[in-house]
């Protein structure tokens, strides 16, 4: 047998695929099952997956190689080329397995969580969800196709997942701006009861732990503004009010007035004020 020539076939088809390649992908692309299990026992490669395995000569860092075998594992016979180049249209990673990806929250969960539009056999320690995703739902991080963090905050809360680990993932997303706070409010109300979270604004707030989030500093403006409207809702009406009499007032308030024919933007600056100097009622 050629070693080098499967070995040189077995990088070539893996260089593609973030190191990585399966067996069933080995042998079409003419690599034996012999040669592969030499080079597992001979340190060139090794095992990540049932029947994935990485190359040792390739720089993937573990938690985006575990979840991206995870995903080669789903349909093991396919290479990454052959799959949907638009994220949404196969299988992506989800919940816990996409959070631990993006590096949001303590997540406690062992195996990975696949979404795909369409039924799919499960590997070992993979459990698959079935569910049609739209293209704003989905994302591609260190190369693995996965829910954004927005729709992962969602799938986690439908699945049960204890409150306290979606308070600690949404806290990671927003500091970091993963994440629309205003629209996921929007998104998650339909499910309150049936999830067991209140859907009151400074109510869902305070459940969440986003009363926590003290520094404003660390947050956008779009969530500083969104988490000024769900805490002290009362209070960005009367300063916007406030807003708009002293741009009608004319005089020192020329600039306001420009502002002032914008109902939305002059809320918006008013829940900005609210929310960068605290969020009191």
Known sequence: MDWESSFYDLSVAAARQLGLVTRAQAERAGVEAAALDRFEETGMLWELDWSVYQLASSPTDPTPAYSYAAWLAVEPDRFASERPAEAHKGAVLSHESAARLFG?????????????????????????????????????????????????????????????????????????????????????????????????????????????????????????RALAELQAP???????????RLGEGGGDGADIAVVSTDPRLLRGIAAEIVGRSGTGA
């Open 104 to 224: 949001l929250g303590p997540v406690s969960v062992a195996g990975f969580d696949i979404t795909a539009p369409e039924p799919v056999e499960a590997p070992r320690a993979v459990r698959v969800h079935h569910a049609a995703l739209a293209e704003h739902e989905t994302a591609v991080r260190a190369g693995v196709p996965a829910t954004a963090p927005q729709r992962t905050v969602v799938d986690l809360l439908r699945s049960g997942t204890g409150h306290d680990e979606v308070a600690a993932v949404l806290g990671d997303a927003l500091r970091r701006d993963l994440v629309d706070l205003a629209g996921l409010h929007i998104e998650l109300v339909p499910f309150a009861d049936t999830c067991g979270f209140p859907a009151e604004g400074a109510r869902f707030a305070e459940h969440f732990q986003l009363d926590r989030l003290a520094a404003r500093s660390e947050l956008s403006s779009r969530n500083v």
């Open 234 to 244: 009362a209070r960005v009406t009367r300063l916007t009010a406030s807003l708009r």
